[in-house]
């Protein structure tokens, strides 16, 4: 039997900031929350963290320290935190990642082990960046993976619907938050 977890990833007020397109993202994505906790299914919010003075930042990775300049993810900053309109219940669980992928640098593998967790279904932002590197290192995990489509959001509308649509299904079941709901059992969002 497979046991799954819904990961919300990187949904922290600074990148909705940057990322939010007004068609209503954060409320989808409040609706797959709720179903998955009416469900049973765990809830597992991925925040990326960086200490003060950056000493996870080296000076070849070009992608953090575009990171750095925009003042992106210093752990304990306003703007890292998870958005409000989404955040943690009691019993949901929050993993700090250090990198891309929401199991670099964390201890979601040990989370999802403890629990035994074989199955992932991904939602965040970015589509490019988190979703498609725990994808890739889910897979490489073994693990059932499930991507919820509009549970996702990049900043370029063409790159993430080529990723869905094309890319994506190659390795994982993609899906609407609606059909993944009405898998579940689960009610559909009023909205």
């Known amino acids: 039997m497979t046991s799954s977890a819904l990961l919300v990833m990187d949904v922290q007020r600074d990148v909705v900031a940057l990322a939010d397109d007004g068609s209503g993202y954060l409320p989808r994505l409040r609706g797959a929350i709720d179903g998955a906790r009416a469900s049973g299914i765990p809830v597992i919010y991925v925040v990326m963290g960086l200490r003060p003075g950056d000493p996870e930042v080296g000076p070849r990775s070009k992608v953090m320290a575009g990171v750095l300049r925009a003042g992106l993810f210093t752990e304990g900053a306003p703007g890292s935190e998870i958005h409000p ?107």
């Open 85 to 191: 309109d989404i955040a943690p219940r009691q019993g949901d669980v929050q993993v700090t990642k250090r990198r891309g992928s929401a199991f670099s640098g964390s201890d979601l593998d040990l989370v999802l082990r403890a629990r035994g967790v074989d199955s992932l279904v991904l939602t965040g932002i970015a589509t490019s960046a988190v979703v498609l590197s725990t994808l890739w290192h889910a897979v490489d995990l073994d693990l059932g993976v499930t991507v919820l489509a509009d549970g996702c959001l990049d900043t370029d509308p063409e790159v993430h619907r080529m990723l869905v649509e094309r890319l994506f299904p190659q390795w994982a079941d993609v899906v609407t938050i609606a059909d993944w709901l009405s898998a579940i059992g689960a009610p559909r969002p009023l909205s």
